[in-house]
């Protein structure tokens, strides 16, 4: 079918709005940042995450970046923050979405009831790449990688990621996401198991990348065709199989610690000096992936 998006609605970072077959399409929209995203994203994702529960027109949902999936949490916004905002309250605020905000958009994302389909290109960096774990299905093209550099910035694992990663990726892998910063890439992903399957750009990718034809991502012709009701029971029961009593304790505890790390009064200058590392850093070298040796 063509895929029309004139009604599609822009909020904050975000271009979203439902299709008439039932696709909710979600796409990280923020492209001089390379769709970097900040709370009040996180806190619209829980928001549209929870209202496809109560619409019977939405069948799946759908989250990409275009050619480029998300480079996770804005961290500029600590330093333009701080131009109207004393440290103190700059912290509370970080200290907020780190303990509430992002505990909610993954409370969301762990009772949604709809398939959730990831179409990832480029990459996908700190919280973008932790969510991902809980996705049905997720596809990539052959240059997208995974990457969490959580020490390298000087904060801590988020997202469940100290759960999730060592369940859905080994102990192993996990050491090298989180203690060297390294990326997965889709080959990688692939072979463990992480993502569904690599589809090459050229033959999903339209509009100069903007967007992907959606009848050729493999799996949501067929959840279109599937019963309703029957899908969200077959969810429902996958959610239920999640421990997501220890899920949620996980991903707590790890809002706490993030929370203590940014009350450290070393915190902001490291992680401004991080920030101007990793500016030149970028321009000079590629991502180091994992090892092959141990995949």
């Known amino acids: 079918m063509s895929y029309n998006r004139q009604n599609f609605k822009q909020v904050g970072n975000l271009f979203h709005g439902i299709h008439p077959n039932g696709v909710q399409e979600i796409k990280f929209n923020n492209p001089g940042k390379k769709n970097a995203i900040d709370m009040e994203d996180l806190l619209k994702l829980a928001d549209l ?3 496809a529960n109560n619409n019977d027109q939405v069948r799946v949902v759908l989250i990409h970046g275009g050619s480029y999936y998300s480079s996770g949490n804005d961290l500029s916004i600590f330093m333009k923050k701080l131009e109207s905002h004393s440290v103190e309250e700059v912290i509370k605020m970080a200290q ?15 009772d949604l009831e709809k398939p959730l389909v990831l179409m990832v290109s480029g990459a996908a960096i700190g919280v973008a790449c932790t969510m991902s774990a809980y996705a049905d299905f997720i596809y990539c093209t052959p ?49 463990l198991g992480y993502i569904t399957d690599i589809i090459e750009a050229k033959d999903i990718q339209i509009e100069n990348g903007e967007y992907f034809d959606i009848d050729k991502i493999p799996c949501i012709p067929q959840i279109l065709k599937n019963d309703l009701k029957t899908t969200v029971n077959a969810k429902r029961l996958l959610n239920e199989g999640l421990n997501k009593k220890h899920l949620m304790k996980t991903i707590e505890r790890e809002g706490k610690s993030l929370a203590g790390i940014y009350a450290d009064e070393e915190f902001l200058p490291k992680l401004f000096q991080y920030m101007s590392q990793n500016t030149s850093r970028k321009a000079k070298t590629q991502p180091q992936p994992l090892h092959d040796a141990k995949l």
Request: glycine share 4%; charged share 20%; aromatic share 10%.
């Open 49 to 51: 995450f929870n209202d």
């Open 96 to 110: 907020e979405g780190a303990q509430v905000i992002i505990v909610k958009m993954l409370t969301a994302l762990l």
């Open 143 to 191: 240059e997208a990688i995974f990457k969490t550099p959580f020490l390298q910035s000087f904060q801590s694992p988020e997202g469940g990621s100290t759960f999730t990663f060592q369940q859905q990726l080994s102990r192993r892998v996990a050491a090298q996401m989180i203690f060297a910063d390294k990326s997965l890439t889709a080959k990688q992903a692939l072979k």
